[in-house]
Nanobody
Framework: QVQLVESGGGLVQAGDSLRLSCAASGGTFSRYAMGWFRQAHGEERDIVASIIWSGRSTYYANSVKGRFTISRDNAKNTVYLQMNSLKPEDTAVYYC????????????????WGKGILVTVSS
């Protein structure tokens, strides 16, 4: 059983940067594909970015491409989401996700979720 705990959220102004962290425990972190999702108020939860076990391949939603960077440190059992040039439309609860199968991150069949952390971007 994998536990995921997000940190680093908060209130920022448009144009600012923020780095989210997700600390994993309870499993072999390096075996898992990791992802960040977000859910804005009244909307569905959507994938923002993903990274394979080795960190050598990443995916970004079009809305964040060029502004957000996902990375991982397998020695620290942690995945990060660096968010730059934040916009008010980035306001959402951000969730960390883990699955042994990368494909499950794209098919909303994720096995492990964090509880989520709020990011608010003011204009």
């Amino acid at each position: 059983q994998v536990q995921l705990v997000e940190s680093g959220g908060g209130l920022v102004q448009a144009g600012d940067s923020l780095r989210l962290s997700c600390a994993a425990s309870g499993g072999t972190f390096s075996r898992y594909a990791m992802g960040w999702f977000r859910q804005a108020h009244g909307e569905e939860r959507d994938i923002v970015a993903s990274i394979i076990w080795s960190g050598r391949s990443t995916y970004y939603a079009n809305s964040v491409k060029g502004r957000f960077t996902i990375s991982r440190d397998n020695a620290k059992n942690t995945v990060y989401l660096q968010m730059n040039s934040l916009k008010p439309e980035d306001t959402a609860v951000y969730y960390c996700a883990a699955d042994l199968l990368l494909d499950n991150l794209y098919k909303n069949r994720v096995n492990y979720w964090g509880k989520g952390i709020l990011v608010t971007v003011s204009s």
